[in-house]
């Protein structure tokens, strides 16, 4: 025999009251309690899921226990590894330092020594499409740790006529090199045709590698100088300068604002103009 | 008066809950588990490109030291605290970004450091070079070169210089392009141990004839 339901309901006058002017002063607020899993349904023998989270009761001394810091200092180091890997693939700012881009970047680095600010795209596309004409950031072949910033004026295939620099010194062009020398300049060769010379002031760009040089001619270390850049050193692209709190725009070419002497190219017929296959 | 009786889990009640009433997340699970992968990836990212990892290698050219018998391929363990050839020394391994190919790494022994004197072997054996024997001190037509490795650049070869594509092929490496140092090899598990630096690594088998 089941036992009887009560009668009544208790009272609610029975409860004790509280009074409004407490010597306890107010009192805490309460924590909202967790419902009791009570079920005798025989598909949920432990009582039905509780999908709800339970608020956790405020903390009273804020940032000083050492849950609160542990979460601010596990924000904090997402944060700068967020940032990291933003910088290793997708864009980062620098300034350009010197004058050897001048009439495109920084062109008043030497009299006022203003930089201009550049924005340097690391994601695979701006990778895959790197071709004459683009701007590019790459570690110096000579100086491990320093990174230098040109323009590519010839990619693998091209004939290159440098206007300066070692291609044009007989006595380098014509001294034993190693075999397979990657600096453009051939070997000679007792089998060719009209003569087996190597030919003083041509370069041909090696697979694998781009040419490089800064706009501003009379100032620039460039692929003159240390020859071709292998595409592994290459860094990034610079696609945006930021030169005043108005002019945020595209890198352009302002080689033609200045008379001088430039290295001529002859496009090899490895890849066409447009179709950027180089990657880096 | 006997005391009410209790249904008996089964396992298929269990199986007809979990069928039938799928555990789906809640919007905050999700965000927070979504979080999560994506910080271990980033975590991973940066240990892996910044500290060190392991790494697998393919290729005969490092044969004394690294054993290579086609699949499975060897394990080694690398540092990167040594990028862009910070603390290298002459005899060390690194794995560098391939000059000329791009998109491919390598792994080779550094002879020379920048200002210092290489004497360079022509690289690999021709048709004319196949009757020649090594115990004849005459197994290739070598020629000698003495070679000056450039500023910022190393010399690098492989351990098994008959069957190695190193900088007799493209040249000094810009130290750039190092990414990290091979420390040890993990597998195959029987050879495990931590490559010592110097260059009379290999175990006795090539030792005579590594040409410097």
């Known amino acids: 025999m089941p036992p009887k339901p009560p ?274 | 008066m006997p005391p009410p009786r209790t249904p008996i889990p089964s396992l298929f009640s269990r199986l007809r809950t979990a069928t039938s009433q799928p555990h789906r997340p809640d919007s905050t699970t999700l965000h927070r588990s979504v979080k999560h992968v994506i910080a271990g990836g980033i975590f991973t990212h940066i240990f892996i490109s910044y500290i060190g990892g392991v790494s697998f290698t393919h290729g005969i050219s490092m044969v004394p030291t690294i054993p290579y018998s086609g699949q499975p391929a060897p394990f080694i363990i690398y540092s990167n605290l040594h990028r862009r050839g910070r603390n290298i020394q002459v005899g060390d391994m690194v794995i560098f970004k391939h000059p000329t190919r791009s998109g491919q790494t390598a792994l080779k022994r550094v002879i020379g450091l920048p200002g210092d004197y290489v004497s360079v072997v022509s690289g690999a054996r021709d048709e004319g070079d196949l009757g020649k024997k090594a115990e004849d001190g005459d197994w290739a037509n070598v020629k000698n070169q003495a070679f000056r490795v450039p500023e910022g650049h190393c010399w690098v070869a492989g351990d098994n210089l008959d069957w190695s594509r190193d900088s007799r092929v493209h040249g000094p490496v810009p130290l750039a392009l190092v990414q990290s140092k091979a420390v040890g090899l993990l597998f195959p598990w029987r050879e495990r141990r931590w490559f010592k630096n110097g260059l009379g690594d290999s175990n006795g088998v090539g030792k005579e004839q590594v040409i410097l």
């Open chain 1, 7 to 280: 009668l009544r309901a208790a009272r609610v006058s029975s409860l004790p009251k509280i009074k409004a002017n407490s010597t306890r002063g107010p009192s805490k607020p309460a924590r909202p309690a967790i419902p009791k899993p009570s079920s005798a349904y025989p598909s949920e023998p432990h009582g039905p899921r509780i999908t709800q989270r339970v608020p956790p009761p405020p903390s009273r001394d804020g940032a000083h226990n050492f849950r609160t810091a542990g979460r601010y200092i596990g924000t904090g180091l997402l944060t700068i590894a967020l940032m990291i890997t933003t910088r290793d693939y997708f864009v980062s700012m620098d300034t350009v330092v010197g004058s050897s881009m001048a009439p495109t970047l920084s062109p008043f680095a030497h009299e006022r020594d203003e930089q201009d600010w550049i924005l340097i795209r690391r994601d695979i596309w701006a990778r895959q499409s790197v071709n004459r004409g683009d701007v590019v950031t790459f570690w110096k072949p000579h100086k491990p740790n320093e990174t230098s910033i040109k323009r590519v004026v010839a990619i693998a295939g091209d004939i290159v006529y440098p206007h300066r620099g070692y291609a044009l010194d007989p006595a380098i062009v014509h001294a034993e090199r190693l075999a397979g020398g990657w600096d453009g300049l051939g070997q000679p060769d007792p089998n060719a045709i009209g003569g087996e010379e190597v030919e003083v002031g041509k370069v041909v760009v090696p697979v694998g590698h781009v040419w490089v040089e800064g706009d501003n001619w009379r100032k620039s270390y460039d692929s003159c100088d240390f020859g071709p850049v292998c595409l592994g050193l290459l860094d990034g692209k610079a696609t945006w300068v930021w030169r005043d709190w108005l002019r945020f725009r595209e890198v352009g070419d302002e080689r033609k604002k200045v008379k001088g002497h430039w290295t001529r190219v002859v496009p090899g017929g490895a890849r066409r103009e447009g179709s950027g296959l180089a990657e880096f």
